[in-house]
């Protein structure tokens, strides 16, 4: 008997394994041969890509802004060194020169965001002079003949919508539905492309289940639920401008950051284990919600969730790919957390803790072709402040993105994650993103070494 439980135990193990191995195996390519070239289309989009907290100053009104000034239960500030976002790159008041500097990068596209703190500073009341701003924006990059691509929503909300309860209440969704159709009709006469929510993951895991982003709760359950709130707000928002004048002629889609997670030991079905809850959580609810309308996850006395909506199905005009990192994950139990990040030996590491790997670039793709809808990598870049990889990453990467395009993905256009250097959320300005450095004192910009991989190929 206690042998044929074993063996039974043994055979359903091995099983489970060689499954797993066999259906999620982790992609390596031998860099040092000679690589096939690859041709992009002429109507690839290329493009830069900033957020309006990071990058603009002044913002006064949001919840990032009460957060840079919180400690946490032991007194330690909430940003890195009490960093704080202040003037950030000045880019509300420099946005002429800078779209001088898209221009000399030779992309056509610039993706920023709005900050709705800024345009609607109390409930309903919307600000003329920030939506002024924003349609100067628009046109000095029109005039260049830059196409503007709009962020509504990223990671910032004003300080009225968290006091009502943020994205953590569903009725909450129709006051950030009428900012979108606000801001829509001011602009969709000149913007074509519109990115509804920004990471809805990253938001909901960050400040709700690690609790370095605002508010700063612990709680897997919620943040589920909240990252839920942000897929319906996304769909909702799709149908109210697709009805708006405008409407069919934009493209309007979601932005969503994949993760790839690998165990740590490949034959250990608790490291499986936890990547498959991991990515299940965090990359696949957002395919299966898109590409069927249905939310459902149920890993008792973790997370529970189901939500079915059919109509939302397929609404997004184009999936918005945002690319970082790869983490290998090994079982442990720590409070909430059922797992460690690990990093291998053989990793090339960026300044932020992701490992550098092209090829879970390219695995992204392949994952979310499912939802068969042209792919846009909204952002891809690396924390480099020493700038001795940024060369490297950006020609493997773009390499990996091209080669899932020869095998026939539907990627359109690709934004390089930032501009320049910027207020990097609970890091504060210490990771330097940047194509483009920035003094903080002077505010002078100056285009890095390694950037001019990405100058040259965009040429080419
Ligand atoms: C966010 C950016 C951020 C970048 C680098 C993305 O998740 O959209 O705002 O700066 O990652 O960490």
Same mark, same amino acid.
């Given at each position: 008997y206690v042998s044929f439980i074993v063996t039974l135990f043994f055979s359903v193990y091995m099983f489970s394994l060689v499954y797993l191995i066999l259906k999620y195996p982790e992609t390596r390519w031998s860099w040092d041969k000679e690589r096939e070239k690859i041709k992009l289309p002429d109507s690839f989009i290329w493009g830069t890509a900033t957020a309006s907290h990071q990058v603009e100053g002044g913002c006064t009104n949001n919840n990032w802004f009460k957060w840079e000034s919180c400690k946490d239960k032991g007194g330690k500030p909430r940003i890195k060194d009490g960093q704080e976002a202040g003037d950030a790159c000045n880019h509300w008041n420099l946005y002429k020169e800078d779209i001088e500097l898209i221009k000399d990068l030779g992309v056509n596209h610039y993706r920023f965001s709005l900050e709705w703190s800024k345009i609607e500073p109390t409930r309903g009341s919307y600000s003329q002079? =920030? $939506? @002024?701003?924003?349609?100067? %924006? *628009? @046109?000095? /990059? *029109?005039?260049? @003949? %830059? %196409? !503007? +691509? $709009?962020?509504l929503h990223h990671f910032t909300n004003p300080i009225w919508f968290d006091d009502l309860g943020g994205f953590e209440v569903e009725d909450n969704i129709e006051i950030f539905e009428s900012f979108s159709e606000k801001v829509f009709s001011e602009f969709s006469d000149r913007v074509k492309i519109w990115c509804t929510i920004n990471e809805p993951a990253v938001?909901? +895991?960050?400040?709700? &289940?690690?609790?370095v982003f605002p508010p700063g709760r612990k709680n897997p359950q919620l943040a589920t639920e909240v990252m839920k709130n942000l897929l319906v707000a996304h769909t909702r928002v799709y149908s109210k401008l697709k =009805? $708006? !004048?405008?409407?069919?002629?934009? #493209?309007?889609? /979601?932005v969503k950051n994949i993760m790839q997670f690998d165990p740590y030991r490949r034959w250990n079905l608790m490291d499986w284990m936890a990547c498959r809850i991991s990515s299940s959580i965090y990359n696949e609810i957002t395919l299966s919600y898109l590409n069927d309308g249905e939310i459902s996850v149920n890993y008792p006395g973790f997370v529970s969730l189901k939500y079915t909506d059919k109509e939302a199905a397929g609404k997004t005009d184009f999936f918005g790919l945002n690319y970082y990192s790869h983490v290998h994950l090994k079982f442990k139990i720590n409070g909430t957390d059922f797992f460690e990040n690990k990093y291998l030996e053989s990793d090339t590491m960026t300044d932020m803790p992701y490992a550098i790997y092209p090829e879970g670039l390219y695995r992204a793709i392949k994952l979310v072709e499912t939802l068969d809808k042209p792919i846009i990598i909204t952002e891809n870049g690396i924390a480099d402040d020493k700038d001795d990889r940024r060369e490297l990453f950006i020609e493997r990467y773009i390499y990996a993105m091209g080669r899932a395009i020869k095998e026939g993905s539907k990627v359109e256009g690709y934004f390089y994650w930032s501009l320049m250097d910027n207020f990097e959320w609970a890091e504060g300005y210490d990771m330097k993103f940047g194509l483009y450095s920035v @003094? &903080?004192?002077?505010?002078? #910009?100056? $285009?890095r070494r390694g950037s001019? =991989? &990405? +100058?040259? /190929? %965009?040429k080419s």
């Open positions: 002079s =920030a $939506l @002024d701003h924003y349609s100067n %924006v *628009i @046109d000095e /990059l *029109i005039k260049s @003949d %830059v %196409v !503007p +691509v $709009l962020t938001y909901s +895991v960050m400040g709700y &289940f690690q609790g =009805a $708006l !004048p405008n409407g069919e002629s934009s #493209r309007i889609g /979601l @003094d &903080f004192k002077t505010q002078k #910009r100056k $285009l001019k =991989a &990405f +100058v040259d /190929l %965009v």
